[in-house]
């Protein structure tokens, strides 16, 4: 029979990895890599807090064409720093620091990484990082923007720039430790029967981002220590005053760094190829080619960096070249796109929270991607570089889609995390919120930058006919702010309010739904055994599964 909802209440709470010790040290000192994906949530939800605090000091000071809300300086100080935030304590590591700790072993049937004492050092390595920069920032900060361009970051700046590269350099390290650990548990200790064609596509994501972190993360991180010599020393390296090649540090830069492009965006896609399966109750259309393009956008991305440099001087018999890669890195992406529509085709589809951001990615990285082509073509490129254009299309792809992922998998999969659900009906109108509010912000920015509207410019007084293009760009600047807001309210008011998840209240397949919610942990009771696919939803396509209802009790799983 079925239990009422106050014999429901009255059952004790399973032990899980939660509340099998509620000590500080124990979380502190923890190996298992649940518990440090919690605390990686923490911490970086609080840096994506302040990088928006900055975006919004930005949008502020561009509302009028001669805004003296922020000096000259002071404003490259809040962009420089909204860029370091943003990029290397947020986008690099919000999606394989947060779910790809918590559910990378769950998914493959293991204890925890290879190396759980290594993922704690990662944790606690990217969290001095932060600490070091922030105490950059408490003393003048940066101005030198994300990108550290040298001669100025090495010679002229008079700003913490070598405090700030030092606070990034600790940071890649963090991030090469998470990817070793990343490929050898994938490696070692998949489940009996998990073969590699069997591994969940987010997994390969994750396998492919790892690869990318390991070899390209060295490269930018001694480069910027070069860059701190050079400025320590006065021994020419990247300053032409001193014999060195400016030129030089921006190939070694963007060698790395259009790589990490894909290091922010191929776990999107991981997370988006679960959520389409899940959500149209269909096994993903050309999983061998969705797998394939994960691994082929990771080789080509070191073969493209030489896009950012059409107008630095490099010759344009290697602008030619570099351009056609740039085309051709766009056919495995479409790939996933087409597969992702193909597996929609006559599924069963259900638009709940995490279905929604699914299908807003899929939009705002459309648009993000076509108009990449524009900057990859040298001709249109010449008139669009260090324009507004150029920001419009880094924050479709690497907002629209690495942020949009990121909340439509930290929805998808917040009952199994923290074993709670939240209130559906306000998560999917803030899911919308999110979509317009993104593009009221963004998409008037293409315009900008196609007017001539330098990015980085505090003032634009002299064409006063932009400002029409900032005030809307503001006004989606504050409705985004809200729908970034309220997933923090109402996701936290869930871990004490929230009605208690079944362990797969989406009727989602894979090994992540087969544990209890939320896991032990040991994660699994008994190691499982992988016999079927973990997308195949033949049997149950017709069925219709629907996320509890907020003011119900369910039934935990296995209660009769």
Known sequence: MSLTATQVEAIPEKKNYLNHDHTIWSWLSTGDHKRIAIMYLFTVSIFFFMGSIMAGLIRLQLISPNSTLLEAETYNKVFSAHGIIMVFF???????????????PIMIGARDLAFPRLNLLSYYLYLAAGVLFLTGQCFGGVDTGWTFYTPYSSMYSNSQVALTITAVFIAGFSSIFTGLN???????????????????????????????????????????????????????????????DPVLFEHLFWFYSHP??????????????????????????????????????????????????????????????????????????????????????????????????????MGLFVIGGLTGLFLASMGTDIHLTATYFVVAHFHYVMVGGTVTAFLGGLHYWWPKMFGRLYPETL??????????????????????????????????????????????????????????????????????????????????????????????????????????????????????????????????????
């Open 90 to 104: 947020f986008l690099l590591v919000v999606i394989p620091a947060i779910l790809g700790n918590f559910l990378l």
């Open 182 to 244: 990343f490929i050898a548990t994938v490696h070692k200790m998949r489940a009996p029967g998990m073969t590699w064609f069997r591994l969940p596509l987010f997994v390969w994501a994750m396998y492919a981002t790892s690869i990318v972190i390991m070899l390209g993360t060295p490269v930018v991180a001694i480069t910027l220590m070069m860059v701190v010599v050079e400025r320590t020393t006065h021994i020419g390296i990247f300053s032409p005053d001193l014999g060195g």
């Open 260 to 361: 990490a492009v894909y290091i922010m965006i191929l776990p999107a896609f991981g997370v988006q190829s679960e959520l389409i399966c899940a959500f149209s109750r269909r096994r993903i259309f050309g999983y061998h080619f969705v797998a394939f393009s994960t691994l082929a956008i990771a080789l080509l991305g070191f073969f493209v960096w030489g896009h950012h440099m059409f107008v630095s001087g490099q010759s344009m018999y290697q602008g030619v070249i570099f351009s056609l890669i740039t085309f051709l890195i766009a056919v495995p992406s479409a790939i996933k796109i087409f597969n992702w529509m193909a597996t929609m085709y006559k599924g069963h589809i259900r638009l709940q929270t995490p279905m929604i951001y699914a299908i807003s990615f």
């Open 427 to 560: 998560a999917k109108y803030t899911a919308i919120i999110v979509f317009v509010g993104f593009n009221v912000t963004f998409f008037p920015q293409f315009i900008l930058g196609f007017l001539g509207m330098p990015r980085r410019y505090a003032y634009y007084y002299y064409y006063p006919e932009l400002q029409p293009y900032h005030i809307m760009s503001s006004l989606g600047a504050s409705v985004l702010a809200i729908g970034l807001l309220l997933p923090v309210l109402y996701l936290t008011w869930s871990l004490k309010y929230g009605p208690k998840a079944s362990d797969s209240p989406w009727g989602a397949h894979g090994l992540e739904w087969q544990t209890q919610s939320p896991p032990i942990p040991q994660n699994f009771e008994t190691r499982p055994i992988v016999t079927d696919d973990v997308y195949d939803y033949s049997d149950d396509e017709n069925e219709v599964y629907d996320q509890p209802d907020v003011k119900q009790k369910p039934t935990p799983a296995g209660a009769h």
